[in-house]
């Protein structure tokens, strides 16, 4: 039984690949467009050059990731973006990620790490010449 999930390995990492990606498409429509329209206050003004940058990283780099191209270069940057901005966000409030809600950046920090490492799996431009597995 083992041996039969293992071969949908592929397929799972892709799954991840794609939700992530999704996800970050998301996030940078709601920073950059407001789309849809976010519950929570406006950004104060003075991170409005740093929120665009990084709705411009998030919805490309998850356009990226959604489609499988340029995976492991791209995960790469966003799994830094979310260090960064764990760091530099969330983590001056309180250094616990329960109380400054700062556990989704970890945790997209560590998903990308690891597609910088795994690749894109199944269903990705870049698999392409790659062996099957």
């Not at 083992?2 to 397929?11: D, G, M, V």
Request: glycine share 8%; with cysteine.
């Amino acid at each position: 039984m083992l041996q039969r999930l293992s071969s949908y390995q592929p397929h799972a990492l892709a799954l991840l690949r794609i939700v992530a990606g999704l996800l970050f498409v998301h996030s940078g429509m709601v920073l950059l467009f407001d789309i849809p329209a976010s519950i929570y206050p406006p950004p104060p003004p003075e991170t409005a050059t740093t929120m665009l940058i990084a709705g411009a990283f998030e919805l490309v780099g998850g356009a990226l990731l959604v489609i499988g191209f340029l995976t492991r270069p791209t995960a790469l940057i966003l799994s830094v973006m979310m260090v960064v901005a764990y760091w530099s966000y969330y983590a001056p409030s309180n250094p616990y990620p329960a109380n400054n809600n700062g556990a989704a950046a970890i945790l997209f920090c560590f998903i990308f790490l690891y597609l910088v490492f795994a690749g894109p799996g199944a269903w990705a431009i870049d698999r392409e010449g790659q062996r099957s597995s």
